[in-house]
C-alpha cells in the first residue's frame, strides 16, 4: 500500500471531496511564514508538532470504503496514504516522528518517503486540514 506513496501523495486529491474544503483558507502567504523553522534538507520541520484542525473528524466510512475527513458542509475522500498519514497526526507527533512511524510500518516505502510526506502535509495545512502547535 505504501509502496505507492509517491504517486498517491501527488494526486492525493483526485479523491472526491463533497463541500468546499478550503474551509478557513487564507493568503499562501501565511503557510510560507508557518514553515519557517525547516531545519534539513528536504524542509522538513523537525520539531512542530501537527494536529487535525478541530473544524475536521477523520473516521472509516463503510459506505465510502475509504477513510474520509468530516466537516459541516460535507466531506473529503481520503486515499489508503493520505489517510495513513493523517492517523499520525495526533498533536503528539513531529514530521520527523510521523515519518519514522510510517518507515516501520511499511518498510518497502519509498526512499523519498519524508518528501513526499511533507509534501502532503503542506498541502494538507493550506487546505487547514491540520494545524502545528507551536
Known amino acids: 500500500m505504501m509502496s505507492k506513496l509517491q ?15 478550503n474551509i478557513g483558507a487564507d493568503d499562501v502567504q501565511d503557510n510560507i511564514e508557518n514553515n519557517r523553522s525547516l531545519n534539513n534538507k528536504c524542509g522538513v520541520p523537525t520539531h512542530k508538532i501537527a494536529s487535525l484542525n478541530p473544524l475536521f473528524r477523520m473516521q472509516y466510512e463503510k459506505a465510502q470504503g475509504c477513510y474520509v475527513l468530516l466537516f459541516p458542509e460535507g466531506m473529503i475522500k481520503l486515499n489508503p496514504s493520505a489517510a495513513e498519514i493523517l492517523k499520525r497526526v495526533d498533536g503528539k507527533n513531529t514530521e520527523n516522528a510521523i515519518c519514522a512511524e510510517l518507515c516501520q510500518a511499511f518498510p518497502d516505502a519509498p526512499d523519498d518517503l519524508e518528501e513526499d510526506v511533507h509534501a502532503f502535509l503542506v498541502h494538507a495545512e493550506q487546505k487547514k486540514w491540520i494545524r502545528y502547535d507551536e
Request: aromatic residues 6%.
Open 7 to 21: 504517486s498517491q501523495a501527488k494526486y492525493h486529491l483526485d479523491a472526491d471531496s463533497v463541500g468546499a474544503d
